[in-house]
């Protein structure tokens, strides 16, 4: 195969394109495939991003064919896709789907698909190269990875090519049953054909977090404990569990969003410059951050649940979490998480990292806010500021993808008054290109081999040894009510005010 002599390998601004493929999505048929999988792949075709020899196949328990298949997914790109609809684009996608039925426990139809996938070697050219994407219930994992080693779609000498496999969080429900499920995916494939997909790592705005401090000088020398005050970490949705009781109530808020989403917003936070910007680099400064994180000793204080109560949002009269379909009248599963965090790290020794999470809390919203301490000397009266806060530099992951840079300015007049003021970059004004997906970020990365923005078997290690105290602290006791349409029980306002401290309103 010939290079272009004029492209430098290492830049990468130019648009790559995966090798010959297959795609193969299990549970094809649920809510994350139809509302992200799919559209994620329509969108990429459209963009020139998929190799011209590629396929997508879909495994589900549904007596279908491939016509069948192919007018499920085009409706759901129809609907969710984020480039504009183009008939031609997918009229040339529609002829590389294929459908494969089946349970997942039934060899025969796993014995189906790796002779499907044979026969896509030679009729579409994908060369042995796939990629298994598992959007399937946890608990199904290991029996979709045991057929796929019987079947040894899993071994890359077997095959040809290269195989890999993509998991949806969470990634076991304590520390034990991660090291199990680790130790399970990593025997069928290889280590590094492993992606655990967080999507959260996916969004242009958090990975616009390692350009802000690393390519500016402006941040980095008060990206410390001489300077910052605390940092705040917020996940907030408006909705409630919907249709997910059967999930959520064995999970709950501290096991669905703070171990993964949030212990991974801390850490690229907190972590150091990477030696390169490489997947291995970004990774071990990483986990330097989550094994260097310390627990509350007083977590009754500072460790913080509770189940929302009904209440008012957006003008409609919503349930209480316990009235929802199929959750338990005496349920204990928290809907809302707050905790403060510590890093024991010269940088940020005596900082406090709060996090919380909550479902139907007044606005859908994630952010991550640095609080600078205030100046140790004001020349001014006290009257002169008293409107004055912290300085604040607020990155906004969704939905107002941006960055807000928040300080103290006079108010015109011939009075000195000092108030807050705040500078915006929305990406949306800044940039003509609108931001891909996460997922269609992540599932390009995947076929690419990319593994920066995938968190490995120790991150996932060290989040649960944080997580796992927590949860045994919170064992058979009574979440703390707030209404819907609050920002979380009165008792999360309490940990901060202890602290001299309060939460900031996004």
Same mark, same amino acid.
């Given at each position: 195969?010939?290079?272009?002599?004029?492209?430098?390998?290492?830049?990468?601004?130019?648009? =790559?394109?995966?090798?010959?493929?297959?795609?193969?999505?299990?549970?094809?048929?649920?809510?994350?495939?139809?509302?992200?999988?799919?559209?994620?792949?329509?969108?990429?075709?459209?963009?020139?991003?998929?190799?011209?020899?590629?396929?997508?196949?879909?495994?589900?328990? =549904?007596?279908?064919?491939?016509?069948?298949?192919?007018?499920?997914?085009?409706?759901?790109?129809?609907?969710?896709?984020?480039?504009?609809?183009?008939?031609?684009?997918?009229?040339?996608?529609?002829?590389?789907?294929?459908?494969?039925?089946?349970?997942?426990? %039934? %060899?025969?139809?796993?014995?189906?698909?790796?002779?499907?996938?044979?026969?896509?070697?030679?009729?579409?050219?994908?060369?042995?190269?796939?990629?298994?994407?598992?959007?399937?219930?946890?608990?199904?994992?290991?029996?979709?990875?045991?057929?796929?080693?019987?079947?040894?779609?899993?071994?890359?000498?077997?095959?040809?090519?290269?195989? =890999?496999?993509?998991?949806?969080?969470?990634?076991?429900?304590?520390?034990?049953?991660?090291?199990?499920?680790?130790?399970?995916?990593?025997?069928?494939?290889?280590?590094?054909?492993?992606?655990?997909?967080?999507?959260?790592?996916?969004?242009?705005?958090?990975?616009?977090?390692?350009?802000?401090?690393?390519?500016?000088?402006?941040?980095?020398?008060?990206?410390?404990?001489?300077?910052? %005050?605390?940092?705040?970490?917020?996940?907030?949705?408006?909705?409630?569990?919907?249709?997910?009781?059967?999930?959520?109530?064995?999970?709950?808020?501290?096991?669905?969003?703070?171990?993964?989403?949030?212990?991974?917003?801390?850490?690229?936070?907190?972590?150091?410059?990477?030696?390169?910007?490489?997947?291995?680099?970004?990774?071990?400064?990483?986990?330097?951050?989550?094994?260097?994180?310390?627990?509350?000793?007083?977590?009754?204080?500072?460790? &913080?649940?509770?189940?929302?109560?009904?209440?008012?949002?957006?003008?409609?009269?919503?349930?209480?979490?316990?009235?929802?379909?199929? &959750?338990?009248?005496?349920?204990?599963?928290?809907?809302?998480?707050?905790?403060?965090?510590?890093? %024991?790290?010269?940088?940020?020794?005596? &900082?406090?990292?709060?996090?919380?999470?909550?479902?139907?809390?007044?606005?859908?919203?994630?952010?991550?806010?640095?609080?600078?301490?205030?100046?140790?000397?004001?020349?001014?009266?006290?009257?002169?500021?008293?409107?004055?806060?912290?300085?604040?530099?607020? &990155?906004?992951?969704?939905?107002?993808?941006?960055?807000?840079?928040?300080?103290?300015?006079?108010?015109?007049?011939?009075?000195?008054?000092?108030?807050?003021?705040?500078?915006?970059?929305?990406?949306?004004?800044?940039?003509?290109?609108?931001?891909?997906?996460?997922?269609?970020?992540?599932?390009?990365?995947?076929?690419?081999?990319?593994?920066?923005?995938?968190?490995?078997?120790?991150?996932?290690?060290?989040?649960?040894?944080?997580?796992?105290?927590?949860?045994?602290?919170?064992?058979?006791?009574?979440?703390?009510?707030?209404?819907?349409?609050?920002?979380?029980?009165?008792?999360?306002?309490?940990?901060?005010?202890?602290?001299?401290?309060?939460?900031?309103?996004?």
């Amino acid at each position: 195969m010939r290079t272009n002599p004029l492209r430098d390998p290492r830049d990468r601004r130019l648009p =790559r394109v995966p090798e010959p493929c297959a795609l193969v999505v299990f549970g094809v048929t649920g809510d994350l495939s139809r509302k992200k999988l799919l559209p994620a792949i329509y969108d990429l075709a459209h963009r020139g991003l998929l190799p011209a020899d590629f396929v997508l196949l879909g495994f589900a328990r =549904r007596d279908w064919e491939d016509g069948d298949f192919e007018t499920l997914a085009k409706k759901a790109a129809q609907e969710h896709a984020r480039t504009d609809w183009n008939e031609e684009v997918w009229a040339r996608l529609s002829g590389d789907i294929k459908f494969v039925a089946g349970s997942f426990d %039934d %060899d025969q139809a796993f014995d189906t698909l790796a002779t499907t996938l044979d026969e896509l070697r030679n009729s579409h050219g994908i060369k042995g190269n796939a990629a298994f994407y598992l959007s399937v219930p946890p608990s199904m994992f290991p029996v979709v990875l045991r057929q796929m080693e019987r079947t040894k779609m899993a071994d890359n000498a077997t095959s040809g090519g290269w195989r =890999r496999v993509v998991v949806e969080k969470p990634f076991g429900h304590d520390l034990p049953s991660a090291k199990e499920l680790n130790a399970l995916v990593d025997e069928v494939f290889t280590a590094e054909d492993v992606f655990r997909i967080d999507h959260y790592l996916g969004k242009e705005t958090v990975q616009n977090l390692m350009a802000l401090r690393f390519a500016n000088q402006l941040f980095e020398p008060v990206w410390n404990a001489n300077y910052v %005050d605390s940092v705040q970490i917020t996940m907030a949705e408006d909705v409630g569990i919907g249709g997910r009781a059967g999930f959520y109530d064995a999970t709950g808020a501290a096991r669905d969003v703070l171990q993964n989403h949030l212990l991974q917003l801390l850490a690229l936070t907190a972590m150091e410059e990477p030696v390169e910007f490489t997947a291995e680099a970004i990774r071990t400064e990483k986990l330097k951050v989550l094994r260097a994180i310390t627990l509350p000793a007083d977590r009754a204080a500072y460790a &913080v649940r509770g189940q929302y109560q009904q209440g008012w949002l957006a003008g409609e009269r919503v349930l209480a979490y316990r009235d929802e379909k199929d &959750v338990p009248d005496d349920s204990k599963t928290e809907s809302y998480a707050a905790v403060r965090l510590g890093i %024991d790290t010269r940088r940020w020794a005596g &900082v406090p990292f709060y996090l919380r999470t909550g479902k139907r809390l007044p606005r859908r919203v994630t952010e991550i806010a640095v609080l600078f301490k205030k100046a140790p000397h004001l020349p001014f009266s006290h009257t002169d500021t008293e409107e004055l806060g912290h300085n604040q530099l607020v &990155v906004r992951v969704q939905p107002d993808e941006g960055v807000t840079l928040k300080f103290g300015s006079k108010v015109p007049g011939s009075m000195m008054e000092v108030r807050d003021v705040s500078m915006d970059f929305l990406y949306g004004e800044a940039f003509t290109e609108s931001s891909p997906e996460a997922y269609e970020r992540l599932i390009l990365d995947v076929m690419l081999g990319d593994a920066t923005l995938f968190p490995r078997n120790e991150e996932v290690e060290a989040s649960w040894r944080v997580i796992d105290p927590l949860e045994e602290f919170w064992t058979g006791q009574e979440p703390a009510p707030y209404r819907a349409g609050e920002w979380g029980p009165k008792a999360s306002d309490e940990m901060l005010a202890r602290d001299g401290r309060s939460w900031r309103r996004p």
